[in-house]
């Protein structure tokens, strides 16, 4: 068990530029999230995969963040246009699909700053 | 809709104090409720859940009771040490949903100093 693994730690952009985050979840979790934690707050759920479907996309997820997750094991995260409020922490987490109560296990973040 | 309400840091303690962290949440259905803990530049680490009425969560001294009819999950520790400093979070899992997502409180900040 090696972990949910994140890259890049951490991301510095300009204003307009197009971004893109990779998740590696633990390997047997078929299940896999996305949150955005900014500064002060506790996580917002973005979306979320079984296997390789994307089941749900909060309304947090505007037109311009797309995710994937095309083989059922890693998943990316894109955002396109990036804009100030952009900047935050983007959390990957992934969980077994056995019944309700699985714990889910995240990653360190990715840290998006936005200049 | 779903929501956790935590008492609002920061919280300042000595070691070998007692700590307590009010938490108390608004959910549809029966939740399965979470302490994480986040130390600094790192990602959420599960301390302890429980997922059910009068169940109670333990880890590392740690200890949290499902309290239904108060609708509180209120996490404790007997004697904190300096180790113990991060960022505490209490969130829900509501199991009458069809994604599992989390749902968190805004976050405790405790320092424990020497």
């Known amino acids: 068990d090696t972990g949910v693994s994140q890259d890049p730690r951490h991301k510095i952009t300009k204003r307009g530029q197009n971004v893109t985050f990779r998740c590696d979840p633990i390997s047997e979790h078929n299940r896999l999230y996305w949150y955005r934690q900014t500064l002060g707050q506790g996580p917002e759920f973005l979306t979320y995969f079984q296997n390789e479907a994307q089941l749900e996309k909060s309304r947090l997820l505007s037109d311009r963040f797309s995710a994937e997750r095309p083989k059922g094991s890693f998943s990316t995260l894109e955002i396109q246009r990036t804009e100030q409020g952009d900047s935050a922490m983007y959390l990957c987490?992934?969980?077994?699909?056995?019944?309700?109560?699985?714990?889910?296990?995240f990653g360190d973040g990715t840290r998006l700053s936005i200049l | 809709g779903d929501s956790v309400t935590q008492m609002e840091g920061p919280v300042t303690l000595s070691e070998e104090a007692f700590l307590t962290i009010n938490c108390t949440y608004t959910a549809t259905g029966y939740p399965s409720l979470f302490w994480y803990v986040q130390y600094p530049g790192e990602g959420l680490q599960l301390l302890l859940k429980?997922?059910?009425?009068?169940d109670k969560g333990s880890n590392k001294g740690f200890e949290a009771t499902y309290r239904k009819e108060t609708t509180s999950f209120h996490l404790e520790k007997g004697s904190v040490q300096v180790s113990d400093s991060a960022v505490y979070f209490c969130?829900?899992?509501?199991?009458?949903?069809?994604?599992?997502?989390?749902?968190f409180g805004k976050g405790t900040l405790l320092t424990v100093n020497p």
């Open positions: 987490a992934s969980s077994l699909a056995q019944g309700p109560n699985q714990p889910q296990h």
């Open positions: 969130a829900l899992q509501n199991s009458g949903g069809s994604n599992y997502k989390l749902t």
């Open positions: 429980a997922t059910k009425a009068d």
